[in-house]
């Protein structure tokens, strides 16, 4: 069949390469690959994570007693997972790497703290339509996924059972109509799990419902794809949070500043540019950023590309995180000196979240 002639080649060309790049084509026995990062990129990334603890230490070079003693109870629901960019800015050799403290399983996860609870923040009486949580006035925040990328062993939300009913097909539904239904909600905000973990598709579908509701003013997002498998962010993810009729924000999660290096900072730095405001959310944690100097080192990378630091979390007491407390003394101080060493804007709010109160509880800066 012959193609007809289309009047300007350079139109030709460029179908083709699109349609080359979207399909990778066998020629002459090896395939093509372009390097610009595609949806495969970063879902190849995610598949090849590393799960298992063995093979973490094998890989930063650490033997089993250099470290504290693992868990022998393996969590078949949060076990452990690590994107290897995010193993790539660990250190070599370091037992007490901040990188790897946040993913480790300890046996210390076993222990029984009295305080230490599976909800700790009350989510479960805020989720009225499965899915949906509604705890502060004008914000609803959506569970949009059920996994993520890594697991972070400090997690609030590591026991909370994401596969309940969400398998129905009217769960969507049923979500948007009671947002369309409530004008007192402006903004909807995507969480998880974690949001990005969705294929391009779903999360466009998902951006478009919520912006096609009159009163929705903004939409955000809680992610922390771009800090551990920073491969997500792709032109095509940048064009769909783009073109939504509302305003997007996106809540990055980043907790040392040597997350934010190589890669992660390159993809930091494209969100920024593109024109998104970037906020980004720590959890304050004994013995990997407890330090006036550590959180001072986090907030100046973060500013250095665009992020502007905008919560530090008091670690919600969840089961199996006891060993990751910083009292609440230590916090405010850190938020006193980073004060006197740093902008203004450079000082996140040190924040708790008290079950059954509207809003997040500001412990600091005064
Ligand atoms: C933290 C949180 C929000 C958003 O609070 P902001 O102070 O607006 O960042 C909304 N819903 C829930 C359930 C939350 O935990
Ligand atoms: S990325 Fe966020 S939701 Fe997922 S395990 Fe880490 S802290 Fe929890």
Known sequence: MLMPLLPASKGLKSALVSVLRRTPQRTGGHRMITDEPTAETWQRDLADAVRSPEELLALLKLTPDQVPPLTDRRNPAFP???PRSFLRRMTIGNPQDPLLLQVLPLAAEQNDVP???????????????AGLLRKYPGRVLIIAAGSCAVHCRYCFRREFPYDTGRR????????FREV?????????????GDPLMLPDERLSALVEQASAIAHVERVRIHT?????????????LLTILHECRVQVVMVVHANHAQEI????RDALSRLVRSGLPVLNQAVLLRQINDTVESQCALSRALINVGVIPYYLHRLDRVQGAAHFE?????????IRLMQDRLPGYAVPRYVCDVPGRFGKTVLGPA
């Not at 369309?180 to 998880?192: H, K, L, M, T, Y």
């Not at 922390?224 to 095509?236: A, C, D, N, W």
């Open 180 to 192: 369309a239904g409530d004008p007192s909600v402006s903004e909807v905000i995507f969480s998880g």
């Open 224 to 236: 922390r794809l771009p800090v551990v498998l920073p491969s997500r962010v792709t032109e095509r």
């Open 80 to 82: 452990l997972r690590v």
């Open 261 to 264: 290096q190589a890669d992660c």
């Open 168 to 175: 129905s097909p009217d769960h969507w539904d049923r979500i």
């Open 326 to 334: 910083v009292d609440d003394e230590t916090g405010r101080r850190l």
């Open 115 to 129: 305080g230490f609870t599976a909800d700790p923040v009350g989510d479960r009486a805020a989720e009225k339509t």
